[in-house]
């Protein structure tokens, strides 16, 4: 979808820049496009932390599971060592009934009382041992329920773990290739200084941001000599790494009027992603929007502020399909 909806802008933008007149429902139309593209694109960025929140859950759940496993296995513990002890007191009660019927069967020839006596004690050990007897019966259930209690939490919990590494190695892979991606075009963009052009990384993106004075003489959106061969050289490597989503963002400073700032920054970005198009980049994974003052990186209060915020900006991120439909799965 966002693929489609790319393309769209990039025909919109296009036609804008080939335009000798441009209406405003045509401008107004763009504007609304280009909020609807924000909107997504913020939406992704919630989903990745969602993302990351569902992987602190599901460490808490696995947490809260092994502490549910060590209660269990301590109630097993239990429950078998109380067991045992029944079992002890069965058997000592099983042995004096020996004796109690023996001594019984000898008392019976003396005298009938203390028969009657003896045969009611003997009831009433009968009755204690059918009592002992039904809570073994009882402490072997509710073993054997916390014993199939205790292997289907095992089983849960082997599940989590399997879940939550899958989860973790699509993450790390991820930031493993983004740090790649800046690596290499740091390397790619060496000859630069560091007033032209700086690549960082933030937010789960990277981050080329190349000043004005490289790219565009002032106030125009024809590209400079300098400006291309950075932009060739960032190409090659977007070349070698197609998975990559591409934003262009054109931005500028305060001076002047901001409707002529905004028209400027998405002339400049479109021009940035017909250079990269020409370089072999592929249109379906590039993005031009305009930002004009809005987005200052410095204060525009200051000369070398605002040379700062006259800039454009190659913002690469790296394709989530996978996570997303691993995190869906």
């Known amino acids: ?27 107004d139309d763009l504007a609304m496009e280009k909020r609807e593209l924000q909107r997504e694109y913020d939406a992704a960025l919630r989903d990745l932390k969602d993302t990351e929140t569902g992987r ?25 060592e109380r067991y045992a002890e029944l079992d002890k007191n069965n058997k000592d009660v099983l042995e004096r009934y020996d004796r109690i019927i023996k001594e019984n069967e000898q008392l019976l020839a003396a005298a009938s009382d203390e028969k009657a006596s003896l045969t009611s004690a003997l009831a009433e050990k009968q009755r ?45 892979e991820k930031d493993a ?9 740091n390397q790619a963009l060496l000859g630069f200084s560091a007033a032209d052009l700086q690549v960082t990384e933030k937010n789960g993106k990277v981050y080329v941001s190349l ?12 590209i400079n000599a300098p400006g291309r061969n950075a932009l060739s050289k960032v190409a090659e490597v977007l070349r070698a790494n197609p998975d ?11 001076d002047g009027d901001p409707g002529f700032n905004w028209d400027l920054s998405v002339g400049r ?16 994974s590039i993005t031009a929007a305009g930002r004009g003052e809005y987005f200052p990186v410095a204060t525009n209060e200051t000369i070398p502020g605002k040379a700062q915020n006259r800039r454009t900006e190659i913002i690469l991120e ?12």
Do not use: W
């Open 177 to 185: 290739k983004l740090t790649a991606l800046r690596e290499r075009v």
């Open 244 to 254: 990559i989503n591409i934003t262009v963002e054109g931005h500028t400073d305060s």
């Open 56 to 80: 602190d859950m599901l460490s808490e759940q696995l947490r809260s599971a092994n502490a549910q496993i060590t209660q269990l296995e301590s109630d097993l513990k239990f429950s078998r």
């Open 269 to 284: 970005a479109t021009a940035v992603v017909k250079e990269l198009t020409r370089n072999g980049v592929d249109p379906k």
């Open 318 to 329: 790296p394709n989530l399909d996978a996570l997303y439909e691993l995190i869906n799965n």
């Open 1 to 27: 979808m966002q693929s489609n909806y790319s393309t769209s802008v990039l025909v919109v933008i296009l036609a804008l820049a080939l335009s000798s007149c441009v209406t405003q429902r045509k401008y």
């Open 128 to 172: 204690q041992l059918d009592q002992r007897e039904r809570e073994l019966r009882k402490l072997e259930l509710e073993a054997g329920n916390k014993e199939a209690r205790l292997s289907q939490l095992s089983n849960d919990l082997e599940s989590r773990e399997a879940r939550v590494r899958e989860l973790e190695s699509a993450i790390e």
């Open 211 to 222: 000043s004005q004075n490289l790219l565009f003489s002032s106030g125009s959106k024809s």
